[in-house]
């Protein structure tokens, strides 16, 4: 069974901090991986995806990847209030040479930033 | 339209009842997506299109559920006899192939909250 795991938090930091959200993923073999933020009640959004080692940056996002220890992870610089939502981490994994993008997610990060 | 269209935004629904999901991907986008996202829990993967046949329907729980693409663009999640464990928010994504949607996700759309009662 391949699996997504993330620490299901809440995650509580204050405005400005930096919020780091994790995830580890049980395929050596994975591809491409993805985060998405889902606000209550609405849909997920994607904000980052990555699959080269290393880091990626977006504006206040990081995601950084780490194929050796199977470790994603997003790095969220000067934290406002409206980051308050679900962050979900997605992987791609290597399906017997899928190449379509069927992703496992795992159960999401509640992250709260207070003012 | 600009985004995945997902119709009807909310069904309630007796148990025991047929229902019927309907997508509308981005036009011309060849590779659709269903899942389905329980309370707490992160989207679960159902079954995925390319063009107008399903590729890999092996997220899709038992026989009860059913999906079509018949024109390869709206695509149609079907359950039969519904149970409560039905119950849940139902997503559909598209991209514009297969192995972009790979590459770099998709968005979804606003999704389907089916409730069964």
């Known amino acids: 069974q391949k699996e997504v795991e993330q620490n299901s938090g809440p995650l509580s930091v204050p405005e400005g901090a930096i919020a780091s959200l994790n995830c580890t993923y049980s395929?050596?073999?994975?591809?491409?991986f993805f985060w998405y933020r889902q606000y209550s009640g609405k849909s997920p959004e994607l904000i980052m995806f990555?699959?080269?080692?290393g880091d990626k940056e977006d504006g206040r996002f990081t995601a950084q990847l780490n194929k050796a220890s199977q470790y994603v992870s997003l790095l969220i610089r000067d934290s406002q209030p409206s980051d308050s939502a679900t962050y979900l981490c997605?992987?791609?994994?290597?399906?017997?040479?899928?190449?379509?993008?069927?992703?496992?997610f795992g159960q999401g990060t509640i992250l709260t930033v207070h003012p | 339209g600009a985004g995945v269209s997902q119709t009807p935004s909310n069904k309630v629904t007796e148990k025991g009842k047929y229902v019927e999901l309907r997508c509308d991907p981005i036009?011309?986008?060849?590779?659709l997506y269903w899942y389905r996202q329980s309370l707490g829990q992160g989207p679960e993967f159902l079954i995925y299109?390319?063009?107008?046949?399903?590729?890999?329907d092996s997220g899709l729980p038992n026989d009860r559920f059913f999906a079509v693409r018949p024109e390869g663009s709206v695509s149609t999640l079907k359950i039969q006899r519904t149970e409560r464990g039905d119950s849940a928010v139902y997503l559909c994504?598209?991209?514009?192939?297969?192995?972009?949607?790979?590459?770099?996700?998709?968005?979804f759309g606003s999704g389907t909250r089916l409730t069964v009662v």
């Open positions: 299109f390319q063009g107008t046949g399903a590729a890999d």
């Open positions: 036009s011309g986008h060849t590779a």
């Open positions: 990555i699959y080269s080692n």
């Open positions: 395929d050596r073999g994975s591809q491409s």
């Open positions: 994504a598209s991209s514009l192939s297969g192995t972009g949607g790979a590459v770099y996700g998709y968005t």
């Open positions: 997605a992987v791609k994994f290597n399906s017997g040479g899928t190449s379509y993008g069927k992703l496992t």
